[in-house]
């Protein structure tokens, strides 16, 4: 079946960086809607960096500027780079493949998605 792994979390300083990956198995990332979203501990689920098919980009404010999602299509991995890391930035990130669309960044909607386990990141101050 379609398998998602995260991986890159980890604990650093705030203005630090890590670059978090999503290994696709048996889906190829380049044909759907891609996305990284972020859990802060007794908060909702919220989408932080869309990547349509096509290669356009979304970002949450939160993070514009600062976070980076790319896409590799030889290896079949999806990227986030996060630059300039803040405490509110902490959380457990999931990566998260579109199963019904694709294009622009725009038409994305995960209402129905493959998703990681899941990786932890902690930003201290």
């Known amino acids: 079946q379609v398998q998602l792994v995260e991986s890159g979390g980890a604990s650093v300083q705030a203005g630090g960086s890590l670059r978090l990956s999503c290994v696709a198995s048996?889906?190829?990332?380049?044909?759907?809607?891609l996305a990284w979203f972020h859990q802060a501990p007794g908060k909702e689920r919220g989408r932080v960096a869309t990547?349509?098919?096509?290669?356009?980009?979304s970002y949450s404010d939160s993070v514009k500027g600062r976070f980076t999602i790319s896409r590799d299509d030889t290896e079949n991995i999806l990227y986030l780079e996060m630059n300039s890391l803040k405490p509110e930035d902490s959380g457990t990130y999931y990566c998260a493949a579109d199963r019904q669309y694709d294009g622009s960044w725009w038409a994305c909607r995960f209402d129905v998605s493959y998703w990681g386990q899941g990786t932890q990141v902690t930003v201290s101050s």
């Open positions: 048996r889906y190829t990332l380049r044909t759907k809607c």
């Open positions: 990547l349509g098919s096509d290669g356009t980009t």
